[in-house]
């Protein structure tokens, strides 16, 4: 029997896609980034994505949104659950990448317009502070004036967003809605503007149609299983490499007890003298 509470959440990529192919949702969300009002975002369309399966890394490709202004700015919206290392180039080739594709061969530069990437992300990226929200331009590192306005960067991490928060700023309150997690509290904050009642809606519309939640589930449990094996083999590493330090260990006592010198030890075991002496100590 069907579970007729059943919702699906934002911080599974494929609903945050769906989500944003609802040009008002999306006039919502990226009225609240730009701190305007959604009056303003005359008309926004989606574009082909460029972030596919373009790295080793990427063996779940990437389900982003690249969305068109009516003023020409290029934005990429993309939601990431897993804590990803390399996070910060990655954000930067895809932005660089998304700022190139505007040329064509034989092009004045005069036809590159703003380029905005979007992380919102369900992990901590930046551990030392609590602010949930920031947003990157290029500046001046003296004087901090705006060197261009060119390429933007805006982070989103929810897991910073403090418990009870209640604030008039948009943003805040779209992330308090990407991170929602069941359907009382999705209706609750669908109450306090037009564009979360209609992602509300939408939410709920996708969760009915049963190919969508089909679709959701393959995906959410590809995440879930690509998160194992990643952890799984986070833990086989340190596993792997405890022991081979127990046996190099062992290598350094047999050769110093042979009367071999720090420097041979360290040559035939292939570590610095520091490194023997502290094994030694």
Same mark, same amino acid.
């Given at each position: ?17 769906? =989500?944003?192919?609802?040009? !008002?949702?999306?006039?919502?969300? #990226? ?10 975002? $005359?008309?926004?369309?989606i574009l082909p994505t460029l972030l596919s399966r373009d790295t080793p890394d990427d063996k779940l490709?990437?389900?982003? @949104?690249?969305?068109?202004? !009516? ?11 897993? +804590? ?18 505007? =040329? ?38 003296? &004087?901090?004036? =705006?060197? &261009?306005?060119?390429?933007? *960067?805006?982070?989103?991490? %929810? ?5 009870? *928060?209640?604030? $008039?700023?948009? #943003?805040?309150?779209?992330?308090? /809605? ?7 509290? /999705? ?8 564009? %979360? ?6 939410? @709920? ?11 959701? $589930? ?7 299983? +690509? ?24 290598? @350094? /006592? ?12 360290? $040559? ?14």
């Amino acid at each position: 029997m069907a579970n007729d509470n059943f919702i699906m959440l934002p911080t599974v990529d494929f609903c945050f896609n769906n =989500l944003m192919q609802n040009s !008002k949702v999306r006039r919502g969300f #990226i009225a609240a980034l730009l701190k305007v009002s959604p009056n303003e975002i $005359e008309d926004t369309c989606i574009l082909p994505t460029l972030l596919s399966r373009d790295t080793p890394d990427d063996k779940l490709g990437i389900l982003d @949104v690249r969305v068109l202004l !009516k003023d020409r700015t290029q934005m990429n919206l993309g939601m990431q659950v897993k +804590y990803f290392e390399y996070w910060d180039e990655r954000i930067l080739f895809y932005l660089c990448k998304m700022f190139d594709s505007q =040329l064509k061969k034989g092009d004045s530069y005069d036809n590159l317009q703003k380029c905005i990437h979007v992380s919102i992300l369900d992990f901590n990226h930046f551990p030392g502070d609590n602010s949930c929200y920031r947003s990157f331009h290029f500046r001046d590192d003296r &004087t901090g004036s =705006l060197y &261009t306005d060119k390429m933007e *960067i805006h982070i989103l991490e %929810l897991k910073k967003l403090p418990a009870g *928060i209640h604030t $008039e700023e948009d #943003i805040i309150a779209w992330m308090k /809605f990407f991170n929602g997690k069941d359907r009382k509290e /999705f209706e609750r904050m669908a109450k306090t503007n037009e564009y %979360l009642d209609k992602a509300y809606h939408t939410l @709920v519309n996708l969760s009915a149609d049963e190919q969508k939640r089909l679709e959701y $589930e393959a995906r959410e449990k590809a995440l879930k299983d +690509y998160n194992t094996q990643i952890s799984s083999a986070e833990k086989r590493g340190i596993q792997i490499g405890q022991h081979v330090g127990e046996q190099r260990a062992r290598q @350094v /006592f047999k050769l110093h007890i042979r009367g071999k010198s720090f420097d041979e030890i360290a $040559e035939y075991c292939d570590l610095t003298v520091e490194k023997v002496k502290e094994i030694l100590e």
